[in-house]
């Protein structure tokens, strides 16, 4: 009886140090996991830098992520020429319309009409260089007086024919066959017809469409429209098996957190994507505990967009409402921050032709490229409310696999180095 109690005292001392040292493990292990949040507004590339992520640590995708971007790219395609036939309607913009024939028609009156503000001495000209191409302030206020004049001359174009409803011409028929197709047909695995592909390829190659792209600020369209649209061939084919640039410029939107775990010296990096858009926001707060680092992402070419959501707020000013949200977070006070400026590739295009100054007039820089991205960055640190806390930026152009790897292994590195140890986050 004795040994017996002695025994089971003994067995019972065994399990409660086994429950300790588990205990323990789990604790060391905790310390030596670094959990990452990828947070920021809808379609700011969270999911994209997610990818990257699995190129760049090996980790690959399953044949059902692989199938799920094919039909993803198909859906894009398919969405982004519905969307552009709209849009063509809206802005009130004729098929086969050339906007270079009114910019040369009305370039002597723009001239003249600037003259008097260009020589206005309070708005001495500036010039800077950007991508060798030369900026200053009569020459951005002369594009968008151009702009003006093409919109007033396509809608007038398009009144005097009769509007949406008398359409006529082979785009039109073209668009009409778009109009009548099933995408559930593509969930289905239905081929997509070669009727269907020449209708796609001759609606985007009309120059009144062309010219609709360039006025996308003013409606919703994917940033992986040209992408889809010049692929449409390879994407539509009955054996497409999307490559790794496919893959990282198919739009999914986020609804399911993802997770990916990969290790960096003994360390256990755990990333979660997260779900930017409105809805998904509220799935946020369940994360947020041991959360060592967040990177926010900002698409920063985004300035003179609205929200998908409403068509009406300008994006930044949604980012930075939510950002301003997120760093003044109790539970997230100890959390570091690193900031992605992305889409930096359609930033430099856009900064060419859509004044940043039009849309945040506190903006004093020259129009270029530069002093626009460090506008923003600026912008976003101004928002952190602790001094102590420091905010790690990179300006980011999250589909290239090499700008993600160097930009990544800064972000790894910085998160084991003593900078995050002080704040005793590792
Ligand atoms: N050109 C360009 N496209 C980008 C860049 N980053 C992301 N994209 C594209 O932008 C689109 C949206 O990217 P996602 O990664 O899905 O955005 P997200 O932040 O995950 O969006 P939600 O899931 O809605 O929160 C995709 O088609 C990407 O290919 C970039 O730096 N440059
Ligand atoms: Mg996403």
């Given amino acids: 009886m004795g040994s017996c109690q002695s025994t089971s005292s003994d067995s019972a001392a065994d399990r409660s140090r086994a429950i300790e040292r588990h205990l323990k493990e789990d604790k060391d292990a905790s310390k030596k996991e670094v959990k990452i949040l990828l947070l920021g507004t809808g379609e700011t590339g969270k999911s994209t830098v997610l990818k990257q992520m699995k190129l760049i640590h090996k980790i690959g995708f399953t044949p059902d992520e692989i199938a799920n971007f094919r039909s993803a790219l198909v859906l894009n395609l398919l969405s982004c020429a519905k969307e552009l036939m709209n849009a063509m309607d809206k802005l009130k913009i004729p098929y086969g319309f050339d906007p270079t024939q009114v910019v040369s ?42 702009f003006a004049e093409v919109a007033s001359a396509s809608s007038e174009l398009f009144m ?6 008398n359409r006529t011409g082979e785009v039109a028929a073209a668009a009409a066959i778009i109009r009548s197709m099933d995408p559930s047909m593509v ?16 609606l985007w190659r009309d120059p009144g469409v062309q010219y609709c792209v360039s006025r996308a600020a003013e409606y919703q369209l994917m940033d992986s429209c040209p992408y889809v649209m010049e692929n449409i061939d390879r994407i539509c084919c009955p054996d497409f098996t999307p490559t790794d640039p496919d893959i990282l410029a198919a739009r999914i939107m986020t609804t399911q957190i993802r997770e ?11 990333v979660y994507d997260l779900g ?62 690193i900031l992605f400026l992305n889409k930096i590739d359609l930033f430099k295009e856009k900064m060419k032709v859509s004044p ?32 102590e806390r420091d905010i790690y930026t990179h300006f980011t152009w999250a589909t290239d696999t090499s700008n993600i790897s160097r930009v990544m292994e800064n972000v790894t590195m910085a998160l084991l180095r003593a900078a995050c140890e002080n704040l005793g986050l590792i």
């Fill in 187 to 202: 969930l289905s695995g239905t081929t997509i017809s070669s009727k269907l592909i020449s209708s796609i390829k001759l």
């Fill in 160 to 165: 005097s024919a009769g509007g949406s409803e």
């Fill in 105 to 146: 028609a009305s370039r002597q009156i723009t001239e003249s009409s600037l003259d008097q503000w260009s020589t206005d001495p309070s708005n001495t000209s500036r010039t800077n260089s950007c991508d060798n191409e030369s900026f200053d302030a009569p020459t951005i206020r002369r594009r968008t007086a151009r």
């Fill in 276 to 337: 930017g858009q409105r809805s998904e926001r509220k799935k946020w707060m369940a994360f947020f505990d041991n959360v060592k680092a967040f990177i926010y992402m900002v698409a920063i070419s985004s300035y003179d967009q609205t929200c998908f959501e409403d068509s009406q707020t300008n994006r930044i000013t949604e980012s930075l409402n939510l950002f301003h949200s997120l760093t003044h977070h109790p539970a997230l006070k100890k959390t570091c921050i």
């Fill in 260 to 270: 990916i775990r990969f290790k960096v010296h003994a360390h256990l990096f755990c």
């Fill in 356 to 387: 940043l100054v039009e849309y945040f007039p506190e903006y004093k820089g020259l129009g270029d490229y530069e002093s626009g991205a460090l506008y923003f960055e600026r912008t976003f640190r101004d928002e952190n409310p602790f001094s």
